[in-house]
Structure formats: C-alpha cells, structure tokens
C-alpha cells in the first residue's frame, strides 16, 4: 500500500513489513479478532495434555500420584514463568515475530510428545499391578529424557505465546481515546472467555479422545490445533499494527537502579535537593508553558518523592556519566515497583489453582464419574468453571461493567483492584468447600470399606465440581483484571513484560503449591508415620487438612493484599499526557 501524504498514520506503530501503519488500515477489533481466534486454538493445545496429564504419568508413566503432581505443578509453573522471558523479547523484538517463534517451538514439543506415545518402545511399559500400595517401576533413561525435553519444549513455547499475544491484542487499540480504552477493556474480557473456549474444547472433546482412544490422538489434536493457530496468525498480518521496539525494559530497570544505588553510595546532593531545585520556577517553566500545567507537574512531583531511593537515581554522577537517568526512566521503574506488591498478592491465589490440574483430579478418579449412561473422564472437570466463564464474561462485559459505570459515574465503573479482590476472597471460599467435600469423600469411603479398594467411591464427582466453580470463578475476576492493570499501569516501552507478570503470579503459584506440599510432608512425617500427603492411595492422604492449611493462607494473603490495595494510586486514566512531560523535566546537573 502507498504511504502518501493525506494517510493519518500511528505514531509509534508499523505494520508487518515494517512501514508505518494507517489509521483505519491498521488495528482495531478486527485485528484483536485474529488474536482471539488463536488464543482458542493455543490454549486447546495446552490444555488438552496439561489438565489430563497428572493421570499419564501415573497411568502410563508409572509415577506416584504426589510425584505426577509435583511434575505437572513444575511444568506448568515453568510455562507462566517462562512468559516473562516472552513478555522480554517482545518489548525488545516485538509481539508479532515472538508470537510466531514461541508457537514454532510448542508445536516441535508437541510432536516430540505424540511421537512418544505413538511408538511403544519409545515409553515404558504399562504397569500391570492392581494392589494400589504397590509400587511400578517409573520411566528412565531416554524414555524419561525425551518425555521431559517434549513437556519443557511446550513450556518454552506457551511462555512465549502468554508473554506476547495478550500485549499484541491490547495494542490494536487507540488508548488516547474513551472508546479505545473501552475496547481494550472489552478485548481483556474476551481474552478470558476465549482462553475458555480453548478449555472447554480441551478438556471435554480432547480428554476424552486420551481417555477411550489413546494419548497419541491427544498430543496429535494439539499438535494439529498449534500448527492451525499460526496460518490464523499470520492471515491477520496484513491488519496488525505492531508497536515499534524502543529498546530492553530489563535494561532501564538496570541502570536506574545502580544509578540510585551508585548515588546512595556516592552522593552528591541529598535527594531533596534535587526536588527542590526541580520545584524552582526556572525548572518547572519547561513543562508549564501552557494554562493547567502547574497542577499536572505538582502531581508529578509528588508522586517523584515517592521510593526516595529510586529518585536518586536523577542525580548526575560525573564520576559515572553512563549512569545518567531521565526522570522519565525513573519514574518508569517507580511504577513497575509499585505494581509489585499487587503482583505478589495473587500467587497464593493461583498456588490454589494449581489444585485443579493435581489433587482435585486425582480425588475425582476415586468417585463415581457417571452422569446417567454417560462416563465422564475425571480430568473433564475443569468444565464447569469453564462453562460458568463462558456465561460470566459476556455477562460481566455486558450488563455488569455498563451499570457500574452509569451508578460510579467513571470511565472504568469496577476497578482492575476491586475485581482482583473479588478473585482472591472466592479463593479462599473454594479451599473451604474442597476441605469439607474431601471430608465427605473420606467418610463415604470409609463407611463403604473401600479404603484399599481401586473401586469407585459410591459418591458422585460432581461434589468436587463445587471447588473448580469457586476456583474458576476466582480465577476470572483476578486474571483479567490483572492483565487489564499490568498493562494499563505499566510504561508504554514495558508493556509485555509487565503484562507477564499475570502470568508470572500462575508460575510462582504453581512452584509454591510442590513447595508447600513437600514442606507439609517434611514436617508431617517427622511427627506421624506417614505424612499427609504421601503414597500412591490418595484414600490415605489427609487431602483435607491441606486444604484447610491453603484456606488459612489464602485468608491471611487476602488481609495483606487489601493493605496494598487501599494505598495504591492509579496512574494512567490519560496514559500519555502526564508521562510525557516527564521528559521535559531535567536531572540534576
């Protein structure tokens, strides 16, 4: 397309031949709609064999049932945390080329996986015991060599995809606008609802092709669903506008902070100094040149005399001339400090969701899986949040955010804080109703005197459908609305990377789930003869006092979260304006 003059081009923005991108030509829903599609697809893929493989490796792997949780709980951990890596290339390189590598290498682990479960010889034999206290000989040597390289290939990948193509969608957007804001607003919430129709594809469909026709046609399915979701990609190429890479995040955060610890170290002028200087007349006539400026650079300078530490990074070092930090830059990391505590906030969150894909599949296997004549796969649990987020979203985006709007009068009507609150307080609610069904579950396989027994428990798997609600319910008000927030608060040069952060909290919640699990066994085990959470018949577990352990923490990480929250401003109701005149601002010479 000829770039002539009359075009109304986007600052800041190419398209994927790297020339600028037009207004009208460029972005909007119907490039956020190509994003959505794959994420339906990308997720499918992931889903299929994440929310189903605790039970392959116990089954066909041979591992322990606490020891396929720990493998899952990692694998997944190591794919959320591995977006932040994602969220770093594409703040460097660009959403667009991250998005396409990180799907090229899920799709060569996924192969990897399928061929592995397609050819016997190259995984272990199917144990044949049927006493549950006895233990099966666990894959090794290339077997297990080739499993992992499969799973951590796939983990490698998502990371990518998480880190790039949630940023990649909001981007089409014009936030400078109410409606573009709006938009961007709604593209979140449909985020969610298409993550899942991903899961609701994966786990009902997918699982049951693994559970009744082999895992082979279950790692082909994602394989096929992969692939498929990059020819989607790129035909959107041609309406994507791509944000134009303004160097490494990693490397401001970096510099400023050596810069202030430099400074703190060597000091020249004592970081009042500098604001004050800053607060002359002189100074502040550079950004105050027009009517109204003067309230907008008060704010600025307030909000400057926040985490002194950071601030002195401002102070020129002669000794260090490298080390020079625009307060443009460091307000950029004030900002990402900020947002931390946020972020850690929600990792005993997702720590409970990581309950979903281990222990609350296992306890389903143990029950009575039938609805009617039909046989429902345990790890097809996760249908009922997701079939609730399906209903929800829409809802939420609908009905729900216009009538907060019309009654608080403001462009957001819920805040991203609030709705991430409503997420952390269902979660402890779900760790209350799972302790009392595994209770339940225990009592009923007592009184049937199926302790020992791989018979079905005489009780329905639909009671412990009543935690994946509360779960899942949990799991979208805090997950958009952390994506909304990381993206909308964070500087336009850390986008991606702050917007991994959503996905980061996943990781760590996933990596503190095997930690408390092992620190519960550790400590169980010197006091009883057998831990809680320990041996390969889940009927021994004591599954229901860990369970009123997460409901305690989770409580306790809600009081510390609402102590952030109260405290936090936000920054960003006009994202460009304020950060702008930041660059008008001079250091201290």
Same mark, same amino acid.
């Given at each position: 397309?000829?770039?002539?003059?009359?075009?109304?081009?986007?600052?800041?923005?190419?398209?994927?031949?790297?020339?600028?991108?037009?207004?009208?030509?460029?972005?909007?829903?119907? #490039?956020?709609?190509?994003?959505?599609?794959? =994420?339906?697809? =990308?997720? %499918?893929? @992931?889903?299929?064999?994440?929310?189903?493989?605790?039970?392959? !490796?116990?089954?066909?792997?041979?591992?322990?049932?606490?020891?396929?949780?720990?493998?899952?709980?990692?694998?997944?951990?190591?794919?959320?945390?591995?977006?932040?890596?994602?969220?770093?290339?594409?703040?460097?390189?660009?959403?667009?080329?991250?998005?396409?590598?990180?799907?090229?290498?899920?799709?060569?682990?996924?192969?990897?996986?399928?061929?592995?479960?397609?050819?016997?010889?190259?995984?272990?034999?199917?144990?044949?015991?049927?006493?549950?206290?006895?233990?099966?000989?666990?894959?090794?040597?290339?077997?297990? #060599?080739?499993?992992?390289?499969?799973?951590? &290939?796939?983990?490698?990948?998502?990371?990518?995809?998480?880190?790039?193509?949630?940023?990649?969608?909001?981007?089409?957007?014009?936030?400078?606008?109410?409606?573009?804001?709006?938009?961007?607003?709604?593209?979140?919430?449909? @985020?969610?609802?298409? &993550?899942?129709?991903?899961?609701?594809?994966?786990?009902?469909?997918?699982?049951?092709?693994?559970?009744?026709?082999?895992? /082979?046609?279950?790692?082909?399915?994602?394989?096929?669903?992969? !692939?498929?979701? +990059?020819?989607?990609?790129? %035909?959107?190429?041609?309406?994507?506008?791509?944000?134009?890479?303004?160097?490494?995040?990693?490397?401001?955060?970096?510099?400023?902070?050596?810069?202030?610890?430099?400074?703190?170290?060597?000091?020249? $002028?004592?970081?009042?100094?500098?604001?004050?200087?800053?607060?002359?007349?002189?100074?502040?006539?550079?950004?105050?040149?027009? =009517?109204?400026?003067?309230?907008?650079?008060?704010?600025? /300078?307030?909000?400057?005399?926040?985490?002194?530490?950071?601030?002195?990074?401002?102070?020129?070092?002669?000794?260090?001339?490298?080390?020079?930090?625009?307060?443009?830059?460091?307000?950029?990391?004030?900002?990402?400090?900020?947002?931390?505590?946020?972020?850690?906030?929600?990792?005993?969150?997702?720590?409970?969701?990581?309950?979903?894909?281990?222990?609350?599949?296992? /306890?389903?296997?143990?029950?009575?899986?039938?609805?009617?004549?039909?046989?429902?796969?345990?790890?097809?649990?996760?249908?009922?949040?997701?079939?609730?987020?399906?209903?929800? *979203?829409?809802?939420? $985006?609908?009905?729900?955010?216009?009538?907060?709007?019309?009654?608080?009068?403001?462009?957001?009507?819920?805040?991203?804080? /609030?709705?991430?609150?409503?997420?952390?307080?269902?979660?402890?609610?779900?760790? *209350?109703?799972?302790?009392?069904?595994?209770?339940?579950?225990?009592?009923?396989?007592?009184?049937?005197?199926?302790? $020992?027994?791989?018979?079905?428990?005489?009780?329905?798997? %639909?009671?412990?459908?009543?935690? @994946?609600?509360?779960?899942?319910?949990?799991?979208?008000?805090?997950?958009?609305?952390?994506? =909304?927030?990381?993206?909308?608060?964070?500087?336009?040069?850390?986008?991606?990377?702050?917007?991994? !952060?959503?996905?980061?909290?996943?990781?760590?919640?996933?990596?503190?789930?095997?930690?408390?699990?092992? +620190?519960?066994?550790?400590?169980?085990?010197?006091?009883?003869?057998?831990?809680?959470?320990?041996?390969?018949? %889940?009927?021994?577990?004591?599954?229901?006092?860990?369970?009123?352990?997460?409901?305690?923490?989770?409580?306790?990480?809600?009081?510390?979260?609402?102590?952030?929250?109260?405290?936090?401003?936000?920054?960003?109701?006009?994202?460009?304006?304020?950060?702008?005149?930041?660059?008008?601002?001079?250091?201290?010479?």
């Amino acid at each position: 397309m000829d770039h002539e003059q009359g075009f109304t081009m986007w600052e800041g923005y190419v398209d994927w031949r790297n020339r600028a991108a037009i207004k009208g030509c460029h972005g909007g829903a119907v #490039a956020a709609s190509f994003v959505l599609v794959v =994420e339906i697809l =990308e997720n %499918l893929a @992931y889903l299929a064999n994440a929310s189903n493989l605790v039970l392959y !490796l116990s089954k066909f792997m041979n591992f322990s049932p606490s020891a396929s949780a720990n493998i899952v709980t990692n694998f997944m951990g190591t794919s959320f945390f591995l977006a932040l890596l994602g969220g770093f290339s594409s703040d460097f390189f660009s959403t667009y080329y991250i998005y396409i590598i990180s799907a090229t290498i899920e799709f060569m682990g996924l192969l990897m996986l399928t061929l592995q479960a397609c050819i016997p010889s190259l995984r272990q034999p199917i144990c044949a015991s049927v006493n549950r206290n006895a233990p099966c000989k666990e894959v090794g040597g290339g077997h297990i #060599a080739m499993l992992f390289s499969g799973l951590y &290939l796939v983990a490698l990948g998502v990371g990518g995809i998480k880190g790039s193509l949630p940023s990649h969608g909001a981007e089409q957007f014009d936030e400078n606008t109410p409606q573009g804001r709006k938009h961007r607003s709604s593209f979140f919430n449909y @985020y969610i609802f298409c &993550l899942a129709c991903g899961a609701l594809i994966a786990v009902t469909l997918v699982v049951w092709i693994e559970d009744n026709k082999g895992w /082979q046609w279950g790692f082909g399915i994602s394989t096929v669903a992969i !692939l498929s979701s +990059i020819v989607i990609f790129l %035909l959107g190429s041609r309406t994507y506008r791509i944000k134009v890479p303004t160097g490494s995040p990693m490397t401001t955060i970096f510099k400023v902070l050596v810069a202030a610890f430099s400074n703190s170290l060597f000091p020249k $002028n004592s970081i009042g100094n500098v604001l004050d200087t800053r607060e002359t007349p002189q100074n502040t006539t550079e950004i105050s040149e027009e =009517e109204g400026h003067g309230e907008q650079n008060t704010e600025i /300078q307030t909000e400057m005399k926040d985490l002194k530490f950071i601030g002195k990074a401002t102070v020129e070092n002669t000794a260090y001339p490298s080390l020079h930090c625009t307060v443009k830059q460091v307000q950029d990391v004030k900002i990402v400090v900020q947002v931390v505590p946020i972020f850690m906030s929600t990792v005993m969150l997702n720590c409970c969701l990581a309950q979903l894909s281990t222990f609350s599949v296992q /306890q389903a296997a143990t029950m009575n899986t039938y609805i009617g004549a039909l046989k429902v796969p345990p790890a097809s649990l996760p249908i009922f949040p997701v079939i609730f987020t399906m209903i929800l *979203a829409p809802v939420y $985006n609908h009905i729900i955010i216009p009538f907060a709007r019309a009654v608080t009068k403001s462009e957001m009507g819920i805040t991203h804080l /609030q709705r991430i609150g409503m997420g952390l307080f269902l979660s402890v609610v779900a760790m *209350a109703v799972a302790a009392l069904v595994e209770m339940k579950r225990k009592r009923v396989a007592e009184q049937s005197g199926l302790m $020992n027994s791989t018979e079905p428990l005489p009780i329905t798997f %639909l009671w412990v459908a009543l935690q @994946y609600l509360f779960l899942g319910s949990a799991d979208l008000f805090s997950l958009a609305g952390l994506m =909304e927030f990381f993206f909308t608060e964070a500087p336009l040069s850390m986008r991606s990377l702050t917007t991994a !952060l959503s996905w980061a909290s996943l990781a760590m919640g996933y990596y503190l789930s095997s930690v408390i699990v092992s +620190i519960v066994n550790h400590i169980t085990g010197r006091f009883q003869q057998t831990p809680w959470l320990y041996g390969s018949n %889940l009927n021994h577990y004591h599954l229901e006092r860990f369970y009123w352990l997460m409901c305690i923490l989770s409580g306790l990480n809600f009081f510390h979260y609402l102590l952030w929250a109260t405290r936090y401003k936000y920054r960003s109701t006009k994202p460009d304006d304020k950060r702008d005149q930041l660059d008008n601002i001079p250091s201290e010479a």
